[in-house]
Nanobody, 125 residues
Framework: QVQLVESGGGLVQAGGSLRLSCAAS????????MAWFRQAPGTEREAVAT????????YYADSVKDRFTISRDNAVNTVYLQMNSLKPDDTAVYYC??????????????????WGQGTQVTVSS
């Protein structure tokens, strides 16, 4: 079992930047793939970015590729999402999530079953 707490959301103008943080506790963080998801009102939750257990493999949704960067600092059990060039369409609640088994790479192999409470990101036009 892992507990995840997101922070860093807020209100920003289009073109601005935010860095989201997700602090993890409860199990060996460094062995597990992590992800950021987002959900806007009336839409399905979508995977924004994932990072594997080693940090050597990442995935980005096409909508955020080249603007967002996922990273992790295993020394402090934290995963980050650096969001640059934000657009109004990025407005959503952002959630971090952890894979339920260690040492997995590849979005199709991963099952994210531990979730944070979410942090709101609002981008004004």
């Amino acid at each position: 079992q892992v507990q995840l707490v997101e922070s860093g959301g807020g209100l920003v103008q289009a073109g601005g930047s935010l860095r989201l943080s997700c602090a993890a506790s409860g199990r060996t963080f460094s062995n597990y793939a992590m992800a950021w998801f987002r959900q806007a009102p009336g839409t399905e939750r979508e995977a924004v970015a994932t990072i594997n257990w080693s940090g050597g493999s990442t995935y980005y949704a096409d909508s955020v590729k080249d603007r967002f960067t996922i990273s992790r600092d295993n020394a402090v059990n934290t995963v980050y999402l650096q969001m640059n060039s934000l657009k109004p369409d990025d407005t959503a609640v952002y959630y971090c999530a952890a894979d339920n088994l260690p040492f997995r790479s590849g979005l199709r192999n991963q099952r994210f079953t531990s979730w944070g409470q979410g942090t709101q990101v609002t981008v004004s036009s």
